[in-house]
């Protein structure tokens, strides 16, 4: 495979389920990130990675929880989510986190809350 | 004032048309400015990547920034009905975090 791969690509959940959100990137790349994009809305950052560690936190909500094993794996932890949540969760990858480097994009996580 | 404002359309054209999309920014220390195109339930798919002031060619598309004015455009000649997708642009620059500002998007139908 190649590129950014997320998985599942659509999930439906309920408010007290618990799921988790996979990404995957074969680019050898050291950064990774996790967006929220809705509808009519610009994308959101919500998480950043490099080489495994987290550098930002977008004042995210304590019900998401993020986790990098290594450095082309992360994962994203659903829990007690709010029907505001539904949308798409993008993950993204880049060869660092300086600013010169252009982020590729997986296809992304269709979320919705019941 | 929003960070990044871009018009989120749609515009539709007819194929062969040119297609002319925006954005304006507030920021002056944004440095990288990017094109992204989305095909619906696909994520966004890096188009053109530019640095500073200037304009960048690459086949039918262009991709004009112009700092002065914190404006930046794409342009999309000889449109096709594989064109019709939603063109985000994105900037970032100044923090050293890598940080995307993006636009909401533009949405483009070009019809055959």
């Known amino acids: 495979e190649t590129g950014v791969t997320q998985t599942p690509r659509h999930l439906v959940m309920g408010m007290t389920n618990k799921k988790s959100l996979k990404c995957e990137q074969h680019?050898?790349?050291?950064?990774m990130y996790w967006y929220k994009q809705s509808a009519k809305k610009p994308l959101e950052l919500m998480f950043v990675?490099?080489?495994?560690?987290?550098?930002e936190n977008n004042s995210v909500p304590s019900r998401f929880s993020p986790e990098c094993p290594n450095s082309s794996h992360l994962f994203l932890h659903l829990h007690t989510l709010q029907p505001e949540d539904s949308a798409l969760y993008l993950c993204a990858s880049s060869q660092s986190s300086g600013d010169n480097q252009p982020q590729h994009f997986g296809d992304g996580t269709r979320l919705s809350i019941l | 004032q929003k960070e990044v404002e871009q018009d989120p359309g749609p515009l539709s054209v007819p194929e062969g048309a040119i297609v002319s999309l925006n954005c304006t920014y507030s920021n002056s220390a944004f440095q990288y400015f990017m094109w992204y195109r989305q095909y619906s339930r696909k994520g966004p798919e890096l188009l053109m990547y530019t640095y500073s002031s200037g304009n960048k060619e690459d086949g039918r598309f262009t991709a004009q920034v112009d700092k002065s004015s914190k404006y930046i455009s794409l342009f999309i000649r000889d449109s096709q009905p594989s064109d019709s997708a939603t063109y985000l642009c994105a900037m970032s620059g100044g923090d050293g975090n890598n940080r995307l500002a993006f636009g909401k998007g533009n949405q483009v139908v070009v019809i055959p």
């Open positions: 680019l050898g790349h050291n950064a």
């Open positions: 990675y490099n080489f495994k560690e987290q550098t």
